[in-house]
């Protein structure tokens, strides 16, 4: 059955259009309320959070009306990191949790996620449920649902967090800045950093509904790259918008990406805590670190972009840690999903177990130069094409052992990403340009 609604990452869009206006989400939360309703027994009572955007107070009392509508209770938990609304689903022992939010993208879109009660994504059988659903006319349930908001959800999350590090961990005579990017972290990471004794320097944390992601954040961390380096600061701290992703600034001001925060939890786990089993990263993962992994003798695979796949290959493999150069880590010997605040304590938690900066921490790990280039096709393409086949394997041979090549279609636009990574930037950036050339040749003529 295909999806009508529900991508990858929930529903997705701009206020307003599609699928993201007031009427549609109000009868989505009357679909999944019934749904839910049906399928689960016990708890009628289904989380709703959401980040900073304006939208979000119009999105949940659409969703609101639309449950209790459908005779399920709704527990509201006001701004919160998208992993908060998980770990408090499987806290309640809800039927589910929502979340109102568009991540990392601008203020003007917005986007509903779900999480089932265990703090996982929902099942595909569920989703497809959803969207049945929303085909039948909506109807008033006999005994309606009851709201309640939930006063203690930041500080009931706050601790949670805390409780992921030793007992006793301390940051103290730690210098930090933080970019909570005018999103749902900016009460919840000043909070538990501080509590754990670092000295806090909080950027970004006066959400006005629109502000949200702009000039600041894990997708612009510009100005906390200046920050660290003009106050001295032993490193910095970067979160999207709804605190499920995060990235570094080290103490020279350079950038620490998704990969490299992997390699550094990961290499701690191999040395400190019995053995890393083995690392998830995506087809985006850079080959430098998993050159840098294979030194360690820590087994890794790639996944298909996006959090789902990650998460469900660390499954099939029985791992514990995966996740994307975005800064989408997901330790799940701890959590359910991707965190930025509990991947940043996992981080120091090695910085300090170790004794050593993070700038010497990713020294072990050298990221391979990358090019790509953006093929643009015409809706109709066949990667698996001879000529594109026979120019892939030419320039494979060519790199040998030393790089990889990648051709992957946009999942948003008319494009096929050409990606080639290797040891040789000049011999890199020739071979991209090359297979650049032959796919154009090979999808346009």
Same mark, same amino acid.
């Given at each position: 059955?295909?999806?009508?609604?529900?991508?990858?990452?929930?529903?997705?869009?701009?206020?307003?259009?599609?699928?993201?206006?007031?009427?549609?989400?109000?009868?989505?939360? &009357?679909?999944?309320?019934?749904?839910l309703?049906?399928?689960?027994?016990?708890?009628k009572?289904?989380?709703?959070?959401?980040? *900073?955007?304006?939208?979000?107070?119009?999105?949940?009392?659409?969703?609101?009306?639309?449950?209790?509508?459908?005779? !399920?209770?709704?527990?509201?938990?006001?701004?919160?990191?998208?992993?908060?609304?998980?770990?408090?689903?499987?806290?309640?022992?809800?039927?589910?949790?929502?979340?109102?939010?568009?991540?990392?993208?601008?203020?003007?879109?917005?986007?509903?996620?779900?999480?089932?009660?265990?703090?996982?994504?929902?099942?595909?059988?569920i989703?497809?449920?959803?969207?049945?659903?929303?085909?039948?006319?909506?109807?008033?349930?006999?005994?309606l649902?009851?709201?309640?908001?939930?006063? %203690?959800?930041?500080?009931?999350?706050?601790?949670?967090?805390k409780?992921? !590090?030793? &007992?006793?961990?301390?940051?103290?005579?730690?210098?930090?800045?933080?970019?909570?990017?005018?999103?749902?972290?900016?009460?919840?990471?000043?909070?538990?950093?501080?509590?754990?004794?670092?000295?806090?320097?909080?950027?970004?944390?006066?959400?006005?509904?629109?502000?949200?992601?702009?000039?600041?954040?894990? *997708?612009?961390?510009?100005?906390?790259?200046?920050?660290?380096?003009? #106050?001295?600061?032993?490193?910095?701290?970067?979160?999207d918008?709804?605190?499920?992703?995060?990235?570094?600034? %080290?103490?020279?001001?350079?950038?620490?990406?998704?990969?490299?925060? @992997?390699?550094?939890?990961?290499?701690?786990?191999?040395?400190?805590?019995?053995?890393?089993? /083995?690392?998830?990263?995506?087809?985006?993962?850079?080959?430098?670190?998993?050159?840098?992994?294979?030194?360690? %003798?820590?087994?890794?695979?790639r996944?298909? !972009?996006?959090?789902?796949?990650?998460?469900e290959?660390?499954? =099939?493999? /029985?791992?514990?840690?995966?996740?994307?150069?975005?800064?989408?880590?997901?330790?799940?010997?701890? *959590?359910?999903?991707?965190?930025?605040?509990?991947?940043?304590?996992?981080?120091?938690?090695?910085?300090i177990?170790?004794?050593?900066?993070?700038?010497?921490?990713?020294?072990?790990?050298? =990221?391979?130069?990358?090019?790509?280039?953006?093929?643009?096709?015409?809706?109709?393409?066949?990667?698996?094409?001879?000529?594109? !086949?026979?120019?892939v394997?030419?320039?494979?041979?060519? @790199?040998?052992?030393?790089?990889?090549?990648?051709?992957?279609? #946009?999942?948003?636009?008319?494009?096929?990403?050409?990606?080639?990574?290797?040891?040789?930037?000049?011999?890199?950036?020739?071979?991209?340009?090359?297979?650049?050339?032959?796919?154009?040749?090979? @999808?346009?003529?």
């Amino acid at each position: 059955m295909s999806r009508k609604y529900f991508g990858t990452d929930g529903i997705r869009g701009r206020v307003g259009q599609g699928a993201i206006t007031p009427d549609f989400v109000l009868k989505l939360g &009357w679909a999944a309320g019934k749904v839910l309703a049906e399928r689960f027994e016990g708890s009628k009572l289904i989380l709703i959070g959401k980040d *900073t955007r304006t939208s979000g107070y119009m999105f949940e009392s659409a969703l609101q009306a639309g449950l209790i509508n459908a005779g !399920v209770d709704v527990g509201l938990l006001g701004p919160m990191p998208t992993p908060a609304i998980a770990y408090l689903s499987r806290t309640f022992q809800a039927q589910a949790g929502i979340v109102i939010s568009a991540s990392h993208n601008p203020f003007h879109d917005n986007g509903i996620k779900f999480f089932s009660g265990t703090g996982t994504k929902l099942p595909d059988d569920i989703e497809l449920a959803i969207e049945a659903q929303l085909d039948e006319p909506m109807e008033t349930s006999s005994a309606l649902g009851k709201a309640r908001r939930i006063a %203690d959800a930041a500080g009931r999350y706050i601790e949670f967090c805390k409780g992921t !590090v030793p &007992w006793g961990f301390s940051l103290k005579g730690l210098k930090l800045v933080l970019d909570c990017a005018n999103g749902a972290t900016y009460h919840i990471a000043p909070q538990v950093f501080r509590e754990l004794g670092a000295d806090v320097d909080a950027m970004f944390v006066e959400p006005d509904g629109e502000n949200i992601n702009r000039g600041c954040g894990s *997708t612009h961390p510009e100005k906390l790259q200046a920050r660290v380096l003009d #106050s001295g600061a032993d490193l910095g701290i970067a979160f999207d918008g709804d605190g499920d992703r995060v990235l570094f600034v %080290d103490h020279k001001g350079e950038l620490i990406d998704g990969d490299e925060i @992997l390699y550094i939890i990961a290499r701690h786990q191999h040395a400190y805590a019995g053995g890393c089993a /083995g690392v998830v990263g995506t087809l985006m993962s850079n080959f430098g670190f998993e050159k840098a992994l294979q030194k360690l %003798d820590v087994p890794f695979v790639r996944a298909n !972009v996006g959090d789902r796949y990650v998460i469900e290959a660390m499954r =099939k493999n /029985g791992w514990v840690l995966g996740g994307e150069n975005s800064g989408h880590i997901i330790c799940s010997d701890v *959590t359910t999903t991707g965190d930025g605040v509990i991947a940043a304590l996992q981080v120091l938690k090695a910085l300090i177990t170790e004794g050593v900066c993070l700038n010497d921490s990713k020294q072990g790990m050298r =990221k391979f130069p990358q090019t790509m280039i953006n093929v643009r096709h015409g809706g109709h393409f066949d990667l698996q094409a001879p000529a594109i !086949v026979a120019a892939v394997a030419a320039a494979e041979a060519e @790199l040998a052992e030393t790089g990889r090549v990648l051709l992957r279609p #946009s999942g948003t636009e008319p494009l096929v990403r050409v990606m080639v990574e290797g040891e040789d930037l000049p011999l890199v950036n020739r071979l991209a340009n090359e297979l650049a050339a032959q796919v154009e040749q090979a @999808l346009n003529g």
